[in-house]
């Protein structure tokens, strides 16, 4: 594969007198010293194609993947079960493996009809008119929704949100916010959920908007009166309410266009995407009529050709490459094409009955779980008794995350996220059931067995 082996010194010798630089180091001499590595790369020994197909085999067998009905980890990213046909539909089907929104509507109309679908289909879902072709991921999508609100310019300008984001949405946003000029304030937590009082005693006249998330990162719904009242308030005041929700979520809870929300986002990745290691996901965006053109990314339109048959083309495309710099909404490349055929594959799949269903099955079981796990001697549910969706935070006393963790893996399960050194957020889905809820009690309650022997286990992840 000569297009991936090295330059040679003679090569670089070369290349140098081509350009006229007497050293690689005075080519690169304008680079600060402390972002330059002034030592070579610490690999291994170069390995034979056969060599290095066994190392790699033995690298893969010291990960452990998990089947559905055994995971517990999620905070945004979830592995729920994935119908077969889907391998068979969409992913095994070579011709649709490209991330590129196409760009020809006059050999693109399968592809353009499946982003439309998955369009109307989150439309749906959230309650708002407009949707884009999709986002990278739901931590981008929320922060190009920050950047719809600071393109409402306004000197001194702040953005509320809630301490309920997901942590890692949380610092794509301040990433987001390098430059954009927003004060980007946090409003408080009482009890596991968005403190009302004090987030409509922080909107004032300067206020662009307030981003919330529910279900929360503890797994809590917010009402949709709390809702309601933020975005009767946020309006008031002239901004924009922003929220970052599960669309499963919304196939059973009130939609959050229904609440008056003005920008939805959220993660899709689990209609019809596996976990893949953090990717490739799917972000959501959807927003009202109202704000179309503030969208970021790209619109699949409905029309018809000059014939008068039904055909399907990009109708908005308001990203740097189409129009002025300054103007763009984002910079949006690449919607995340197969992803989004997956989505709309696996949502067209369940139906309008088959996902409120899961969304109920799954919301019964999280409480049924909770319910037991309280009975349990020493488990502590700092929030057991208000509305959860799919998550929940639990504690053992006196043991730290990582031994609780330890201890469901012991007992078969993937980990639960370690929200701090005592506190686990776990997840269910529509796979588990009452062995399940067993096992989950027999792993909480052997901290309590003097006599069980210890769990010996490994964590490591390749």
């Known amino acids: 594969m000569p297009s991936y082996a090295p330059h040679t010194d003679p090569d670089i010798r070369a290349m140098l007198d081509v350009i006229g630089v007497s050293s690689v180091d005075a080519l690169f001499a304008h680079l600060p010293p402390q972002v330059r590595l002034n030592r070579p790369l610490d690999l291994p020994p170069g390995m034979d194609e056969a060599s290095l197909f066994l190392h790699l085999q033995d690298l893969a067998a010291k990960n452990h993947p998990y089947p559905p009905s055994r995971q517990l980890m999620g905070a945004g990213l979830y592995a729920h079960y994935q119908p077969a046909f889907l391998d068979a539909v969409v992913y095994g089907r070579s011709e649709f493996l490209t991330s590129y929104t196409p760009y020809q509507p006059e050999i693109s109309q399968g592809t353009l009809q499946v982003l439309y679908e998955y369009q109307t289909i989150m439309c749906e879902l959230t309650g708002l008119q407009v949707s884009n072709a999709s986002s990278y991921d739901g931590s981008t999508a929320l922060g190009d929704a920050l950047g719809t609100l600071a393109s409402f310019g306004r000197e001194g300008a702040r953005v509320l949100v809630s301490d309920l984001l997901y942590d890692q949405y949380r610092q794509v946003l301040e990433t987001y916010n390098y430059g954009l000029g927003v004060t980007l304030e946090v409003l408080p937590e009482a009890n596991g959920l968005l403190d009302l009082e004090a987030a409509l005693n922080a909107i004032g006249t300067q206020v662009r908007g307030v981003i919330i998330q529910s279900p929360n990162r503890y797994g809590l719904v917010e009402s949709p009166d709390t809702i309601r009242r933020l975005a009767e308030a946020t309006h008031a005041a002239g901004g924009l309410l922003v929220q970052s929700t599960d669309p499963l979520s919304c196939a059973l809870l009130e939609p959050p266009g229904a609440c008056g929300v003005d920008i939805a986002v959220g993660e899709a990745q689990a209609f019809g995407n596996t976990l893949n290691f953090g990717g490739p996901v799917c972000g959501f965006y959807t927003t009202t009529d109202a704000l179309v053109r503030k969208l970021p990314g790209r619109v699949v339109g409905m029309t018809t050709d000059t014939e008068g048959r039904r055909a399907y083309v990009l109708t908005l495309t308001a990203r740097e490459q189409h129009i002025r710099r300054e103007r763009a909404t984002s910079n949006l490349c690449t919607a995340q094409a197969l992803n989004a055929f997956g989505v709309m594959a696996f ?64 007992h078969g399960f993937s980990s639960g996220i370690a929200l701090d050194a005592e506190r686990v957020l776990i997840t269910l889905n529509e796979t588990h059931d009452q062995s399940t809820i067993d096992a989950l009690v027999a792993a909480f309650d052997s901290f309590n067995q003097p006599t069980a022997a210890p769990v010996a286990v490994s964590m490591e992840v390749a």
Do not use: Y
């Not at 067209?348 to 269903?357: E, M, N, Q, T």
């Not at 929940?392 to 006393?397: D, E, I, K, Q």
């Open 347 to 410: 949502a067209s799949f369940w139906g309008k009955s088959g996902l409120p269903a899961m969304a109920q099955r799954i919301a019964a079981l999280t409480h049924a779980t909770m319910l037991a796990l309280g009975d349990v001697d020493g488990c502590c549910l700092p929030f057991l008794g208000q509305p959860h969706f799919q998550e929940f935070v639990a504690t053992m006393r006196g043991r730290s995350s990582g031994e609780i963790n330890c201890r469901l893996v012991g």
